[in-house]
């Protein structure tokens, strides 16, 4: 199913929950990953939203952050049998491979409003499945909660329209 | 460099890598969690939230002071706020398109997977237009309550 390597989900969910109470401790901050889109915006905007508040004086931890998901990834892969298989593709699977346009413009445009929606959705709602679901849950905090379903709730609806649109729903 | 930015590309290197490790960069279980079939992710995120509930009840106990910046360590939640209802439904819908969240659309662009590299632009522009709507939003505000003052 994948070329990496995956543990059960039960010991994958106590290892970022490992994660998320390692961060806290070591450095002060949250579990939050869709902030950091904004300090990239930051690094090109010169006034406005992305240069105040918590975007204000350069550079944050978040930027570092984000720059440090990418090699996490890479690492996985080549601590996996197939590390010697790493190379760029475009492929996404059996399931989202067979229900997503096959050319590439036309995954590129799906995939792009997608993206636009996790984006403009995790501003509007004030954080993500790591900000919201994963720490906003460990901390007990209601608007997650709230938050939380409302990501399952699309996340539900998209892929089952988009599925039963291919027909194999 | 700073120690504290190498601090936090090691922090995200290792998020991404358990990111990885659980089967949240591998597209088929994004199907699997939507289409009620494989509730691999389910597990993750519910026994995750479950050990950070645990741990989270332990240190408010313990109240240590964090290590890089010796303060109380924070516990408030994110805050209500207009269009979390609303944001969090178009979140979802594009999780649901993309198979795909900001965390997991960077680690695996790390494993080779491109795909999400148009994801990972479509937040950024998401991101973006949601800045420029707040600053449209303050600018009329202001041009509002100086018409009122004048």
Redesign the interface.
């Known amino acids: 199913m994948s070329p990496v390597t995956v543990w059960a989900g039960w010991i994958g969910g106590v290892a970022i929950g490992a994660y998320l109470l390692l961060q806290l401790v070591l450095t002060g901050r949250h579990l939050g990953t869709s902030t950091s889109f904004g300090d990239v915006c930051g690094l090109v905007a010169r006034r406005g939203f992305f240069t105040r508040g918590k975007f204000e004086g350069g550079p944050s931890w978040r930027l570092f952050f984000f720059v440090g998901l990418p090699l996490g990834g890479l690492l996985a892969f080549l601590t996996s049998p197939d590390a010697g298989a790493w190379t760029p593709h475009f492929e996404m699977g059996a399931l989202y491979g067979a229900v997503l346009p096959r050319a590439l413009w036309a995954k590129a445009l799906v995939l792009g409003l997608g993206g636009v929606l996790i984006g403009y959705g995790a501003r509007l709602a004030g954080g993500c499945t790591s900000g919201h679901t994963i720490m906003g849950l460990s901390l007990r905090n209601l608007p997650s909660l709230a938050a939380s379903i409302g990501f399952f709730a699309g996340g539900l609806l998209a892929a089952n329209l988009l599925f039963a649109l291919a027909g194999l729903g | 460099m700073r120690i504290?930015?190498?601090?936090?590309?090691?922090?995200?290197?290792?998020?991404?890598?358990?990111?990885?490790?659980?089967?949240?960069?591998?597209?088929?279980y994004?199907?699997?969690?939507?289409?009620l079939k494989d509730?691999?992710?389910?597990?993750?995120?519910?026994?995750?939230?479950?050990?950070?509930?645990v741990?989270?009840a332990l240190?408010q106990w313990l109240a240590?002071n964090?290590?890089?910046?010796g303060?109380p360590?924070?516990?408030?939640?994110?805050?209500?706020?207009k269009?979390?209802?609303?944001?969090?439904?178009?979140?979802?819908?594009?999780?649901?398109?993309?198979?795909?969240?900001?965390?997991t659309?960077?680690?695996?662009?790390?494993?080779?997977?491109?795909?999400?590299l148009?994801?990972?632009?479509?937040?950024?522009?998401?991101?973006?237009?949601?800045?420029?709507q707040?600053?449209r939003a303050a600018r009329s505000n202001l041009a509002k309550s100086e018409s009122t003052q004048g």
């Open positions: 504290r930015n190498i601090v936090f590309i090691g922090l995200g290197a290792l998020f991404g890598f358990l990111l990885s490790r659980s089967g949240a960069t591998t597209f088929d994004y199907a699997g969690l939507f289409l509730l691999q992710l389910l597990w993750v995120i519910g026994v995750a939230v479950v050990t950070g509930l741990g989270v240190l240590p964090s290590l890089m910046q303060a360590l924070p516990f408030a939640g994110k805050p209500w706020k269009g979390l209802v609303l944001g969090s439904l178009l979140f979802g819908l594009g999780w649901g398109l993309s198979a795909a969240c900001p965390g659309a960077l680690a695996m662009l790390g494993e080779g997977k491109l795909a999400p148009f994801t990972v632009v479509g937040i950024l522009l998401g991101t973006w237009f949601y800045g420029w707040q600053d």
